[in-house]
Every structure is written in C-alpha cells, then in structure tokens.
C-alpha cells in the first residue's frame, strides 16, 4: 500500500491539513490505519473518505451486493425455485457477452438463439450441449447484455466449442471461466427475475416446468 505525507496527502485528497486532522479526530478507528515514521503518513486508500463521488460509488455497489445476498438467500429458502434446480445441474462454464452494438431485449434473445443454433448444427447431440441465459441492461450505457452458463457432456469438444463461441461474438467483448457452483453465479445472473424474453433454457427438457416456475 502506498502512503504519503501530509502534504501529498493534501493534495489527493484537495483538502486542508485541518480538516484532514479534524477527520482523524472524529474517527479514531482509522488512524490506526495510518503510520509513524518520524511524521504521519496516510494509506492512498483514505482517500475516498474525502471524496464523495468515490463513496457513493463504493456504497452503490455494496447496495448491490446486499440485495443479490437477499435473492440468493431467498432462492435458497425456496426448494422448489427454477434456480434451485438449474444450481443444481451440472455446468462447464459462465461466460458473459457484452455487444458493440446496442441491441435491445429480442436483439440479445435471437443472439443466444442463434449462437445455440450454429453449435447444434455443428456439433449436434454428440455435444451434449445444455445452456442457459439471462439478459440484463448495461448500467453504464444504453443497450442490453448476456450472460449464459453452458453444460458440454463432451469433454473433448469444450475447447472446439468455446473457439466457436468466441468466433461468433468476435466483434464484441467476450468473458469467460469455468463454472464453479459454489460461487453461486446461476443465482448472480437470474437475480433481476425471469420473465419473457429476459431469459431461456435451451437443449433439455425444462422447458414446460420452467415457463411454470417462472409465473
């Protein structure tokens, strides 16, 4: 961690060396997060407690964070939610897509489709190709978003079917790792709700139960 000295200091955070101390006054607990060397030096990262926008920031995703919390312990409290039985299934990997292009809602779903379509063509059943997305708006710019995870029975053909995927979307940014159940991302991306074109199962046979669990 880097530290600075009052006056560097000041100039960080663009305030007075008496309102700084007068900070450190009135919340004790944090000078315990700085150091004496000969003269007091300040952590960069208290910076933000002078600044505002960086605080407001920081508590928005914190916000956030609490309320995926909230879902996630609500779909766990309910057995018989559709992500409870999608948790429950095997997965390979969750990417994510974000497009270059501002598509709307049925933009993103055809892209999905799509995408699902080229694999099965290809691949066909010996894939065993199970997948399933969710669609969310960007929250920095106009235009919507995928993320998916993907079930591939066929161990030899996961590295053929994530060049493929990356093909497809080879004009937009693509994310990708392997799925790990117990970072709960099956909750993280259905934690907005699933109605209509926000989302789809495609390649197995949920799909009468899961239109079901979703009304």
Known sequence: MKYYDIKEFEKKTKRHKSTIYRFYRKHKYLLNDTTLKKKRLFPDSHIKYFNSEILFDENQVLKQENETMKRLIDCLMDKENLQQRLWKMDWSYFFTVAYKAERNKKSCFRQMHAMYEMLIEKYGDESGIRLFF?????????????????????????????????????????????YDKYRAGLFYIAKAGLVNEDWDILGNNLGDEAVKNAN
Do not use: A, M
């Not at 995928?146 to 053929?160: D, G, M, S, T, Y």
């Open 134 to 178: 969710t669609t969310e708006p960007f929250s920095n710019r106009k235009g919507y978003h995928n993320h998916f995870v993907i079930h591939i029975e066929n161990k030899r053909l996961e590295e053929q079917i994530i060049e493929e995927i990356n093909s497809f979307f080879k004009y937009d940014r693509v994310d990708f790792k392997r």
